[in-house]
């Protein structure tokens, strides 16, 4: 009889079932790292437009990220720079054009003249053609000059009910860990994440703090080894960093164990 106790007692520990431990291996989630595609497949097509989300979904990417701000006119348009100069054939800051003189600008030949013609999306534009098809990871990109879009954000994914978990992850992001905690406040159901740049943001203090309300700790690659994706994982929550622009790179952020890459290079993956 001891010797059946015995053996059931090592046989649970192994799969995991009695001790939750402390350290990495059984704090990540699961086993798949994510494969996230920077602004669409980025470093196919021009960043941030249908062309580059497109190459994603044909890249098998997991996900693609995305950059939203608003429009003068209060529409969350999908752009990385808070201003149109480089990625359009247009001038001046996002927040002082209208959504209709953003679409009206070409979005592509910057990158190559056979992108010609690609627009700056809406978010719901973008969420109308890919849900269910792929994942979405939204930056909500410098929220303190676009005051309420995190609840304009909660409304483009409530409007089609994807606020709620499907196959096809959403996440919220930021650089602004107040915007991503509004956000989570309006819309729980949402998973969220905080963006690092800075060393004092992989603390214990500051891990803990991140801990109370999101799921994703993302950091520049630079910042990321071993021991910081066990820290991560240690305060249950998952670590995607960014952004992978070469194999090796890849490789060693896999190697560190990260749970998810985003990479201009979905095919590096
Ligand atoms: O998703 C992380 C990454 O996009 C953050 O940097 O400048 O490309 O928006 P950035
Ligand atoms: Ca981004």
Excluded: C
């Excluded at 905690?181 to 803990?208: A, E, R, W």
């Amino acid at each position: 009889m001891k010797k059946i106790v015995t053996g059931t007692l090592i046989a649970m520990l192994a799969f995991g079932l009695i001790l939750k431990p402390t350290g990495n291996a059984f704090a990540k989630k699961d086993d798949k790292i994510l494969n996230v595609a920077h602004r669409g497949a980025s470093g196919y097509a021009p960043e941030n437009t249908m062309a580059a989300f497109e190459k994603a979904v044909d890249m098998k990417a997991d996900l693609f990220e995305l950059d939203v701000q608003l429009s003068k006119d209060g529409e969350v348009v999908v752009i990385h720079d808070t201003s149109v100069d480089r990625t359009t054939n247009g001038t001046g800051k996002v927040k002082e054009h209208t959504l209709e003189e953003l679409r009206s600008l070409d979005a592509g030949s910057w990158f190559d003249e056979s992108f010609t013609g690609e627009r700056i999306p809406t978010l719901g534009e973008v969420l109308d053609q890919y849900r269910g098809k792929i994942g979405i990871l939204i930056e909500i990109k410098s929220p303190s000059l676009y005051p309420g879009i995190e609840q304009k954000v909660a409304d483009e994914l409530k409007e089609r009910n994807m606020h709620k978990p499907t196959n096809n992850k959403i996440i919220v992001q930021s650089f602004d860990h107040d915007s991503v905690q509004t956000f989570h406040n309006i819309l729980p159901s949402v998973p969220v994440g905080v963006l690092v740049y800075n060393p004092t943001h992989l603390t214990d203090i500051s891990l803990k703090e991140f801990s109370r309300y999101a799921e994703y700790v993302n950091p520049g690659k630079s910042l990321v080894d071993e021991e910081v994706v066990d820290r991560i994982h240690d305060y249950d929550m998952d670590i995607h960093p960014w952004t992978a622009r070469d194999r090796e790179s890849v490789e060693a952020l896999k190697e560190a164990g990260v749970d998810g890459i985003i990479t201009d290079y979905p095919d590096y993956m």
